[in-house]
């Protein structure tokens, strides 16, 4: 528990860093510790997909003398691709130890997201609690998932600046080492459509039928998974029960996100402009939310976008009550958590917006430290040597 709650305390003492050693480095040290814990983390804790699955691959694809090898290993695994095989096998080339190799996949989501906390977020500690705390436990144990994360960033990146082409090979990469990337299309298509106030009850309509009927969810798994031994990975995860704290904490998000838009967006009529935005105010803005600060940062993701992830996050961990590797689904837009949560509470008074952010940060540690830590199998911690 040490540990964790060294790197929480690293994470607020935000302003004492910012005043002695500035914010880049603030944000250097962030990334510094959350790769080292995981990296350096053993591969027994977690649930143990490091211990059965990455390292395994490791050692078979490190043993391979030639490309043409490692395209046949990536055949045995449907949602582990041969992206996936390919990054693995060219890592086995210059180390033979697993640990490196699992250190080194932790790279690029940990600076995809201190990259787009540096650039976008109005709260780089309140960012950083909301990733360590929905996202950062599932780490240890889906590393090629994370991966898979990693590169969805990248792909929506070039999304929002209409760069289609780009996007969609990003993406086809992100599928390619994990095929449950595949769902973050879902989210593109629809945030055409404007969410509204029904569709927050959604997850819940979606509680009933799955809990009172998880058959349906495995007929669907059984008509579009054709292997069998796929298809019996995932429907021997029914995990029996519901998740409450899982579902209360998006449904909360999912409301608070939806409130706070719904109430204090001022302008949604303004032509699209990706100069920043200085009044102490945001707006939809063609499509774009921005929040004024000094700094006049700008954030180029849709209102709709956000509140389509926090919704689709929340119906995926609903969906848990009959299959827990919905889990990993939920992943793929609670990530985006971590930009927007901080954005709109900035759309809120100064005084409002102090008291809030704190209750917030209080909210995610005891979350973190209470929950997250003993529901992912993460205590003790125990280094890898």
């Known amino acids: 528990m040490t540990i964790y709650i060294g790197l929480v305390l690293l994470i607020i003492s935000y302003t004492l ?28 804790i977690g649930l143990n997909d490091r211990e059965y699955v990455y390292t395994r691959v490791f050692n078979l694809l490190k043993e391979t003398t030639s490309f043409k090898e490692c395209l046949d290993l990536a055949s ?4 582990s691709g041969w992206g996936f095989y390919i ?16 250190l080194i996949l932790t790279l690029p989501l940990n600076y995809n997201i201190i990259k787009y906390i540096k650039r976008y977020s109005a709260n780089f500690a309140l960012s950083l609690l909301v990733y360590i705390t929905l996202i950062y436990p599932l780490t240890f144990t889906v590393v090629r998932q994370g991966l898979a ?5 990248v792909a929506y990146e070039f999304f929002k600046e209409k760069r289609y082409v780009a996007s969609g090979c990003w993406i086809l ?8 990337a595949l769902v973050f299309v879902v989210v593109l298509i629809v945030q055409k459509f404007k969410i509204r106030a029904w569709h927050i009850a959604i997850p819940l309509v979606t509680l009933i039928v799955a809990w009172g009927s998880p058959i349906l969810i495995f007929n669907m798994l059984n008509f579009f998974i054709n292997d069998s031994t796929y298809r019996s990975r995932y429907l021997s995860s029914n995990v029996s029960m519901i998740p409450w704290t899982a579902i209360v904490i998006r449904y909360f998000i999912l409301i608070f996100l939806y409130v706070i838009i719904k109430y204090s ?30 700094t006049g940062k700008a954030v180029p993701y849709s209102v709709n976008f956000y509140l389509w992830c926090a919704l689709f996050a929340t119906i995926s961990v609903t969906l848990m009550s009959v299959l827990g590797e919905f889990q990993r689904i939920a992943a793929y837009f609670d990530i985006f958590a971590a930009f927007s949560i901080p954005q709109i509470i900035g759309a809120l008074e ?3 917006k102090v008291i809030i952010s704190l209750a917030f ?11 997250q830590l003993d529901n992912w199998n993460l205590l003790p911690y125990k280094f890898y040597f």
């Open 17 to 44: 860093i910012r005043k002695l050693l500035g914010k880049n480095i603030y944000l250097f040290l962030c990334f510094l510790a959350i790769t080292l814990v995981l990296g350096l983390s053993s591969e027994t």
């Open 87 to 102: 990054v693995t096998w060219l890592i086995s080339r210059f180390t033979r130890d697993s640990h490196i190799y699992l």
């Open 265 to 294: 967006i001022i302008n949604n009529d303004l032509e699209d402009s990706a100069l920043p935005v200085r009044k102490r105010h945001f707006s939809f803005i063609g499509g774009v939310l921005n929040f004024g600060q000094k």
């Open 173 to 180: 990469v992100a599928v390619s080492i994990h095929l449950s």
């Open 350 to 352: 100064k005084d409002n």
């Open 149 to 153: 994360m990693a590169v969805i960033l």
């Open 76 to 79: 045995v695994r449907i949602t």
């Open 361 to 371: 940060c209080i909210f995610l540690i005891i979350y973190f430290l209470g929950f």
